[in-house]
Nanobody
Framework: QVQLVESGGGLVQPGGSLRLSCAASGSIVSVNVMGWYRQAPGKQREVVATITSDGSTHYAGSVKGRFTISGDDAKTTVYLQMNSLKPEDTAIYYC???????????WGQGTQVTVSS
């Protein structure tokens, strides 16, 4: 089992910034993928950004150039720096962990990000 604890959500004005953090614990493996998905009211959950244990990153087109995903050397914590936030970024953001060996996925409890004036 892997436990994910997220932090850093909140209310921010358009154009502002937030930084999300997600700490993984438990059965961590050396080869994994971590990242962030989000779900807005009435919409499906969608990928925001992911990072592999070798440092490869992937971004949704809607956030490319505004969001940056990074991880620590231990591959147990992932960060999402969100700049130039827009109202359409409002959603619950979920941390995601994939065990590359078993292909099992784990999800955090979610953290609310609200972009509003």
């Amino acid at each position: 089992q892997v436990q994910l604890v997220e932090s850093g959500g909140g209310l921010v004005q358009p154009g502002g910034s937030l930084r999300l953090s997600c700490a993984a614990s438990g059965s961590i493996v050396s080869v994994n993928v971590m990242g962030w998905y989000r779900q807005a009211p009435g919409k499906q959950r969608e990928v925001v950004a992911t990072i592999t244990s070798d440092g490869s990153t992937h971004y949704a087109g809607s956030v490319k150039g505004r969001f940056t995903i990074s991880g620590d050397d231990a591959k147990t914590t992932v960060y999402l720096q969100m700049n130039s936030l827009k109202p359409e970024d409002t959603a619950i953001y979920y941390c995601y962990y994939l065990n590359a060996f078993t292909r099992r996925t784990y999800w955090g409890q979610g953290t609310q990000v609200t972009v509003s004036s």
